[in-house]
């Protein structure tokens, strides 16, 4: 099994999902800079609340496309939208991506769920199987034997 296991440290994020949103702030944000500098009849002051607004658009689906799951020797970081956290592999429980699931769930041994946005099914459903199964076998691989065994 050990394999198939990737090569930590390895990053798994939403990579489709993310060039979409990033693409999308980059055209929201030159649309509406466009607009503000082609209308003639706005003033300065109106011109920068366009050019901040599209900046701001921007802002909010960069934080949208910053998701990720890094998994290392040591343990797991997930970074949500507006949170990250860091879990060592003992904490890790279970990780599910369930039919329906909007992304992965990682079970904790303190009995709560945290939700792994940067494995999400969206627009690459069979790449977020393939990281959701890679993710899951190095949390069992690593309950297993624990981190000092899997170096080499």
């Given at each position: 099994?050990?394999?198939?296991?990737?090569?930590?440290?390895?990053?798994?994020?939403?990579?489709?999902?993310?060039?979409?949103?990033?693409?999308?702030?980059?055209?929201?944000?030159?649309?509406?800079?466009?607009?503000?500098?082609?209308?003639?009849?706005?003033?300065?002051?109106?011109?920068?609340?366009?050019?901040?607004?599209?900046?701001?658009?921007?802002?909010?689906?960069?934080?949208?496309?910053?998701?990720?799951?890094?998994?290392?020797?040591t343990g797991v970081t997930v970074v949500n939208i507006a949170t990250r956290r860091r879990l060592e592999w003992a904490e890790i429980v279970q990780v599910n991506l369930r039919p329906g699931d909007p992304w992965v769930f990682l079970n904790l041994?303190?009995?709560?769920?945290?939700?792994?946005?940067?494995?999400?099914?969206?627009?690459?459903?069979?790449?977020?199987?393939?990281?959701?199964?890679?993710?899951?076998?190095?949390?069992?691989?690593?309950?297993?034997?624990?981190?000092?065994?899997?170096?080499?």
């Amino acid at each position: 099994m050990s394999s198939e296991l990737p090569a930590l440290p390895v990053t798994f994020r939403p990579g489709r999902t993310r060039a979409v949103l990033l693409s999308a702030g980059v055209a929201i944000f030159v649309v509406i800079t466009a607009v503000a500098l082609l209308l003639e009849k706005l003033g300065p002051g109106e011109r920068l609340s366009f050019v901040f607004t599209g900046a701001l658009m921007f802002g909010v689906l960069a934080m949208l496309a910053r998701v990720k799951v890094v998994a290392d020797e040591t343990g797991v970081t997930v970074v949500n939208i507006a949170t990250r956290r860091r879990l060592e592999w003992a904490e890790i429980v279970q990780v599910n991506l369930r039919p329906g699931d909007p992304w992965v769930f990682l079970n904790l041994s303190d009995g709560t769920s945290l939700p792994a946005l940067g494995i999400q099914p969206g627009i690459a459903k069979q790449r977020a199987i393939a990281d959701a199964r890679a993710l899951r076998a190095l949390a069992e691989a690593r309950a297993l034997r624990g981190p000092e065994e899997h170096q080499g």
